[in-house]
């Protein structure tokens, strides 16, 4: 029987890590809001940008807020000095999820998990987040391991693990883990120079653990927070080759559309995730455009609010989406 996603009031998404900051840019809007770091009226400290993504969630629903931590940066202390910075007391946090084992998405955990002060803690992750070796191909002969998360460095940080490949609703049903996804289209190609071994004969990594969040906004829609997104990014949202905008399962599968209220007059996705390594890692298409001509490129879908800044696509994906 499919678990029922329940419906929020409201969703907050407060970024901790991403690729660049920018305080002057005055790009923010009724959705995406800048956050600054002050000390009384006064600007008081620089956020640290690095290649790594931390966001805390926060949902609103039934007179309770719920916070999760999704993903936790590179660095050791990233993260931590920028939650710091903006003031964020991070002892609301009330359990963690991973959208998968990339070291810029698993550096800072400790140094979180100690701000969170709550032990045995649970932490959500696909049980393929452990995979290794992982690399990066930069030529036939030098390839850039990713340190691995490992199981033993989650227990000594006094955290409770749940692995899990299937769907998970988090806090009282407020949030869901959406487990694996299934790829199933032929134009999103994963990342082509990402590659791990298995039985020692190196493969591209297929990313089995890439996974997202995924609240119910009441009388809005879906918000959907990935992290990396090398597969299913068309069935986050965005229109499909003969996908019903409407009804965001167009690529089969089926558990966004089944945990949509659907209310008549609801987007069906509102709120846009970070992550894609699409741009970085030699996606010829950054956009993963479809065959067809529908996607990105045309714009999102009805309702879709993308953030700002997404984790590792960098400028590039940004100067073809000016182009485009
Ligand atoms: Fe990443």
Same mark, same amino acid.
């Given at each position: 029987?499919?678990?029922?996603?329940?419906?929020?009031?409201?969703?907050?998404?407060?970024?901790?890590?991403?690729?660049?900051?920018?305080?002057?840019?005055?790009?923010?809007?009724?959705?995406?809001?800048?956050? &600054?770091?002050?000390?009384?009226?006064?600007?008081?400290?620089?956020?640290?940008?690095?290649?790594?993504?931390?966001?805390?969630?926060?949902?609103?629903?039934?007179?309770?807020? +719920?916070?999760?931590?999704?993903?936790?940066?590179?660095?050791?202390? @990233?993260?931590?000095?920028?939650?710091?910075?903006?003031?964020?007391?991070?002892?609301?946090?009330?359990?963690?999820?991973?959208?998968?084992?990339?070291?810029?998405?698993? #550096?800072?955990? /400790?140094?979180?998990?100690?701000?969170?002060? *709550?032990?045995?803690?649970?932490?959500?992750?696909? =049980?393929?987040?452990?995979?290794?070796?992982?690399?990066?191909?930069?030529? /036939?002969?030098?390839?850039?391991?990713?340190?691995?998360?490992? +199981?033993? *460095?989650?227990?000594?940080?006094? &955290?409770?693990?749940? /692995?899990?490949? !299937?769907?998970? $609703? $988090?806090?009282?049903?407020? &949030?869901?883990?959406?487990? !694996?996804?299934?790829?199933?289209?032929?134009?999103?190609?994963?990342?082509?120079?990402? %590659? %791990?071994?298995?039985?020692?004969?190196?493969?591209?990594?297929?990313?089995?653990?890439?996974?997202?969040?995924?609240?119910?906004?009441?009388?809005?829609?879906?918000?959907?927070?990935?992290?990396?997104?090398?597969?299913?990014?068309? !069935?986050? @949202?965005?229109? %499909?080759?003969?996908?019903?905008?409407?009804?965001?399962?167009?690529?089969?599968?089926?558990?966004?559309?089944?945990?949509?209220? #659907?209310?008549?007059?609801?987007?069906?996705?509102?709120?846009?995730?970070?992550?894609?390594?699409?741009?970085?890692? +030699?996606?010829?298409?950054?956009?993963?455009? =479809?065959?067809?001509?529908?996607?990105? +490129?045309?714009?999102?879908? =009805?309702? $879709?609010?993308?953030?700002?800044?997404?984790?590792?696509?960098?400028?590039?994906?940004?100067?073809?989406?000016?182009?485009?």
């Amino acid at each position: 029987m499919t678990p029922e996603l329940a419906a929020v009031e409201r969703v907050e998404i407060l970024t901790l890590q991403d690729n660049y900051i920018d305080l002057t840019s005055g790009d923010g809007s009724a959705v995406v809001q800048r956050a &600054i770091p002050l000390k009384g009226d006064q600007v008081s400290v620089s956020l640290l940008a690095e290649h790594g993504f931390s966001a805390l969630v926060r949902v609103h629903a039934a007179g309770k807020v +719920r916070s999760l931590l999704f993903d936790f940066g590179f660095s050791q202390h @990233g993260a931590a000095f920028n939650a710091d910075a903006l003031g964020i007391d991070l002892r609301q946090v009330e359990a963690l999820a991973l959208s998968h084992g990339h070291m810029d998405h698993t #550096g800072g955990l /400790e140094a979180l998990s100690q701000r969170i002060a *709550r032990p045995g803690i649970t932490l959500t992750l696909h =049980p393929e987040a452990y995979r290794t070796p992982r690399y990066m191909k930069l030529g /036939e002969s030098f390839k850039a391991y990713f340190p691995p998360l490992t +199981r033993e *460095r989650i227990d000594a940080a006094g &955290i409770t693990v749940q /692995e899990s490949s !299937q769907p998970r $609703l $988090l806090l009282d049903e407020t &949030i869901l883990f959406l487990g !694996q996804i299934p790829r199933r289209t032929d134009f999103e190609k994963g990342a082509p120079n990402l %590659c %791990c071994e298995k039985d020692g004969v190196e493969m591209p990594d297929s990313f089995e653990d890439d996974t997202a969040l995924v609240m119910h906004l009441k009388d809005k829609g879906l918000v959907v927070l990935s992290g990396l997104r090398p597969r299913g990014d068309h !069935q986050h @949202g965005a229109p %499909c080759p003969g996908g019903d905008r409407r009804r965001p399962s167009p690529c089969g599968d089926g558990r966004i559309s089944s945990f949509r209220s #659907g209310q008549a007059g609801s987007d069906p996705a509102h709120g846009g995730g970070h992550g894609g390594h699409r741009a970085r890692l +030699r996606d010829p298409d950054p956009l993963h455009r =479809p065959r067809g001509g529908s996607g990105l +490129r045309t714009g999102p879908a =009805p309702g $879709l609010h993308p953030q700002h800044e997404r984790h590792a696509n960098g400028f590039r994906l940004k100067i073809v989406v000016y182009a485009a």
